[in-house]
């Protein structure tokens, strides 16, 4: 049985997702850079909100596998468990 | 002598006639310019000594190269006529113009500042004028004063005075010789000659002149203006003449020379202290008005007609868009925009009959490139951004700083200057966008160094009768030019003064912080760096110092006039660490002489405790005529002049803090907006993804999607 994958999308993006908050990935992809492209493909308008052209998670923006921020888990290579949720969460930012 | 030639002069017209000689309107046959001739009366005719120190005098005078000044380029002897060859100068002569009433103080003050600075540099050249007097001096229809006469005046009237009357009784000429002696100094009429302290009493007279309609000294006789000179105090001016000019006219007008101000430039900064203390106290109620603007609450969009002018705002925190009709009077606000955005860049597209508006918005989540067609109801926001690095450049968009449209030949070009400094172009209408490589691969580029904002590149200035050549700036990085539409670019700094480097005139590396070019005027180029204003007159090749009189050449933002290629604005800042506007006030500096001379703009403008900081593209000139003039502030103030600057109003107060402001005029908002074009590329099927299955969304997920 697989079991989904789930990531979050914060407000400002859910135009791009038509409006969903969660989505649910029917893969099982091992990556968050797997989990991302697959992202991409079912919302296209995600990716370059999230990754620069170069690839790179954008600087202000956090993402969380379960409680762990990926910054300190290997970013893109960080392993996505079975039945994982990511969290898509924008950095509090000043001014 | 009407249609003779004198040397290669051509005699047109006669202008007038005076004591020294006839002025008629001539035409260099050589340089093909219009010029004034002034012919020197047969019977005032000079001794040999006296002739050469004309000549000599005339030389010299001839190296003042002044605004306020008018220029004397030659004199000449042909056939026994001897001649002065001068700038000609259109306008009425300021004792015309004085009437019995005298004029405003503000009219005196502008006028005193700019005869003061003409001063400033004659003395500073060691030129006497000798003969300062309100006949002299011509102001022209845009208020542009010019003296006269420099230096040869009252050498040929002194001779002329010696010759045929020595002493001030001549029943032969009266209205000459008196109309002289009221502007002489008391030790003039001793005999002790005249110095640079004498013209500045004759500053005094002519200022007295000019704010009351009469001449301090006067008299029925000769004698009794003379003794009223040497004995006499002027009678007082009170109001209207503000106290500050009256006091400046009696420190010119002591009778003893020590006691005068010891220089012109004195003269001139205290009238100019006056002037804004004019200004302070008769515009006290504006600041205190509401602005002229109905604020419309949440997002609401203006209603635009055809004729109607429009204000693009961009602020750190999203967009405005801002309506009036060809008054400009009133405006009213539509926004914001992109809450929460910073608007960098916004450009208006009228070409080919659109209404077409472009915004950059950068946050958190990128920077894209957004338009809209119908005045911000619907603005696009495209699933990717169009305006994107190469995978092999190594870099990603940080800013888009500039968008600027083609040439009107070129409907569809659009160019955008980004950060990190790159030159995108598109030919399709902003549909899709390429790196230019030719710049982007510049061995230069890995030794450009980031600027306060980051390295940007943030203007770009395409010529628009060379189809091959444009110009971009770089902080810092400086100017580079290409001449074979981008695949080469060359850097154009010479003379540009890097304050930051060991190396004050390297290749390139300026912080220059922008550029303007008037479209008629394509070989000439202003500059605003960081510390210098600047010109080229050959396509950026050389650069000159034009910081002529502004209280200091650091600055951000600089406007061209659209239709007068002399004229130019910027807003001077204090000092690098500061980078506020000068001593607390509001100025924006204006040259109509392409810097020779710049005068302040203050009417309507705080001037005191407005520390104030004008970005680079916050100012933003329109195409009406008068023009008129627009700039916002880092505290979110929005200033416009719909006089070409003279007067000023606050539009609108509490803004995010403003990057960039652009203005349109609407030709028919009515015409549908041109189709976008179909988007013929596809680099989502470039991404590494693309080839794979496509992934599957749960049951759930599906579900919501429908």
């Known amino acids: 049985m697989i079991v989904p994958v789930t990531v979050y999308i914060p407000a400002p993006l859910r135009e791009f997702s038509e409006g969903q908050s969660k989505v649910e990935i029917e893969e099982s992809p091992a990556t968050l850079a797997g989990a991302l492209a ?54 509090i930012t000043g001014g | 002598m009407i249609g003779q030639m004198l040397g290669h002069y051509r005699v047109v017209a006669k202008i007038g006639e005076g004591g020294m000689g006839v002025v008629y309107r001539g035409h260099d046959e050589v340089l093909h310019r219009d010029v004034a001739l002034k012919v020197v009366k047969k019977d005032s005719r000079l001794d040999p000594t006296a002739g050469k120190n004309l000549l000599q005098e005339a030389r010299a005078s001839s190296s003042l190269a002044h605004p306020n000044i008018c220029t004397i380029y030659e004199v000449g002897e042909t056939n026994g006529e001897l001649y002065i060859v001068m700038e000609l100068v259109e306008g009425k002569s300021l004792r015309a113009l004085i009437g019995e009433m005298g004029l405003p103080a503000e009219s005196v003050l502008r006028y005193g500042v700019q005869i003061a600075s003409a001063l ?3 003395h500073d050249k060691g030129i006497v004028h000798r003969d300062l007097k309100s006949a002299n001096i011509v102001v022209t229809a845009d208020g542009l004063v ?38 002489m100094a008391p ?27 009469r001449l301090p000294f006067a008299g029925r006789t000769t004698f009794e203006v003379s003794s009223a000179i040497m004995r006499e105090m002027p009678k007082p001016l009170g109001p209207p003449v503000p106290a500050g000019l009256w006091a400046v006219i009696q420190r010119c007008l002591v009778k003893e020379p020590m006691q005068r101000y010891r220089r012109a430039g004195e003269v001139q900064a205290a009238l100019e202290a006056v002037q804004s203390a004019v200004i302070v106290s008769s515009d006290a109620g504006v600041d205190r008005s509401a602005p002229a603007t109905t604020v419309l609450h949440g997002v609401r969009h203006v209603q635009v007609k055809k004729g109607d002018s429009l204000l693009l705002v961009g602020t750190t925190k999203g967009a405005f868009l801002l309506q009036s009709n060809a008054q400009r009077k009133r405006w009213k606000v539509g926004g914001p925009y992109f809450h929460g955005q910073a608007v960098y860049a916004m450009a208006y597209d009228g070409r080919m009959g659109q209404h077409r508006i472009w915004a950059s918005t950068q946050s958190i989540w990128g920077t894209l490139l957004r338009s809209t067609d119908d005045f911000g109801k619907s603005w696009t926001n495209p699933q990717e951004a169009a305006i994107r690095f190469p995978s092999d450049s190594g870099v990603s968009l940080k800013n888009i700083w500039q968008i600027t449209l083609g040439r009107p030949e070129e409907p569809n070009v659009l160019y955008c200057g980004v950060e990190p400094a790159a030159l995108f172009e598109s030919h399709d209408s902003g549909e ?17 160094m980031p600027g306060n904002g980051g390295l940007a590149l943030h203007t770009i200035v395409v010529d628009p009768t060379e189809s091959q050549r444009m110009y971009v700036a770089i902080s810092a990085g400086g100017v580079y030019r290409t001449d074979d539409g981008g695949n080469n670019w060359t850097p154009q700094n010479r003379g540009v003064r890097v304050m930051f480097m060991p190396n004050k005139y390297p290749e390139f590396g300026q912080c220059v912080h922008k550029i303007v070019m008037h479209p008629n005027r394509p070989e000439r180029l202003f500059l605003q760096n960081h510390w210098g204003l600047y010109r080229s007159d050959d396509h950026g090749e050389n650069w000159n110092d034009i910081a002529n009189g502004v209280p200091s050449d650091f600055g951000f933002a600089m406007v061209m006039h659209p239709r007068n290629p002399d004229c130019v604005y910027v807003v001077p800042v204090e000092s690098d660490e500061f980078r506020c506007t000068c001593d607390g006030r509001l100025r924006i500096y204006r040259t109509r002489n392409a810097g020779a001379s710049w005068e302040a703009l203050v009417r309507g403008l705080p001037q005191k405790g407005a520390h104030e900081t004008i970005l680079r593209d916050a100012m933003t000139a329109d195409s009406h005529d008068p023009v008129g003039i627009y700039f916002g502030t880092r505290s979110g103030k929005l200033f416009g002049s719909s006089d070409e600057g003279r007067t000023w109003q606050k539009i609108l107060e509490g803004l995010p803090p403003v990057a960039c402001i652009r203005s349109a005029v609407v030709e028919d908002a009515s015409v549908a907006a041109r189709p976008r074009l179909r988007k013929t590329s596809s680099r989502a099927t470039s991404s590494a993804t693309s080839s794979r299955r496509k992934p599957r969304m749960t049951n759930k997920s599906r579900k919501k999607r429908r």
């Open chain 2, 120 to 122: 400033v540099r004659a």
């Open chain 2, 146 to 183: 010019k003296v006269l006469d420099f230096g040869i005046a009252k050498r040929i009237g002194s001779e002329v005075s010696q010759g045929t009357t020595l002493m001030f009784d001549s029943q032969k000429e009266p209205s000459t010789v008196s109309g002289t002696l009221t502007y």
């Open chain 2, 187 to 213: 030790e003039v009429l001793r005999g002790e000659g005249a110095d640079f302290r004498s013209d500045l009493w004759a500053l005094g007279v002519v200022l007295y002149e000019a704010a009351s309609g």
């Open chain 1, 38 to 91: 697959a992202l991409w493909i079912l919302f296209p308008g995600l990716r370059d909100r999230i990754a620069t052209e170069q690839g790179e998670i954008r600087q202000h923006i956090n993402i969380f596998i379960g409680d762990e921020d990926v910054r300190f888990t290997g970013g893109l290579a960080s392993r996505v468990p079975a039945g994982a949720e990511i969290s898509i969460v924008p950095s």
């Open chain 2, 432 to 448: 899709t966008w390429s790196l230019m490589r030719g710049l982007f691969d510049h061995p230069h580029r890995h030794r450009w």
